[in-house]
């Protein structure tokens, strides 16, 4: 039976779509799924200096950002906050008997491209450890 992963940050213009993309690229596991989603939806096209430097990486930043719904969230049995101005209590419900995680990661504040490439290593690396867990 397959699981579904929802990876949350503010917008869903960066962080989300870093982890949703790092999973799809590192998960050996095809029992889950990933989605990414933002509590605000941001700003479209993403911003060229985070597509340019997760090419770098490997992975590929694309499509509008999506927002998240109930609709969403129920389908939802893992959710992962990518996020360190994402309250976690949100999505807190025992009701849905979803595993929650949360993972403080700062959002770029100018788009060096240096702090960039570090805040897309932390995400990659946390990923990498999520993914392998679920072997």
């Not at 929802?6 to 993309?21: D, G, I, T, Y």
């Not at 499509?63 to 609709?71: C, E, L, Q, R, V």
């Not at 995680?101 to 960039?116: H, S």
């Not at 946390?126 to 993914?131: L, N, R, S």
Request: proline content about 4%; some cysteine.
């Amino acid at each position: 039976m397959s699981k579904n992963i929802l990876f949350v940050c503010k917008h869903n213009r960066f962080r989300s779509k870093v982890a949703e993309a790092f999973f799809k690229k590192y998960n050996k596991n095809k029992n889950y799924k990933a989605y990414g989603a933002g509590l605000l939806p941001g700003r479209y096209p993403l911003d060229k200096i985070q597509t340019k430097v997760a090419k770098e990486f490997g992975i590929e930043l694309k499509g509008k950002p999506k927002p998240i719904t109930m609709d969403l969230l129920i389908k939802m049995d893992i959710v992962i906050i990518v996020a360190d101005n994402v309250p976690s209590e949100i999505f807190q419900s025992q009701k849905y008997g979803r595993k929650e995680y949360r993972w403080n990661i700062f959002d770029t504040v100018d788009d060096d491209p240096d702090e960039v490439r570090n805040i897309i290593g932390n995400i990659e690396k946390k990923v990498i450890e999520f993914a392998r867990s679920l072997r």
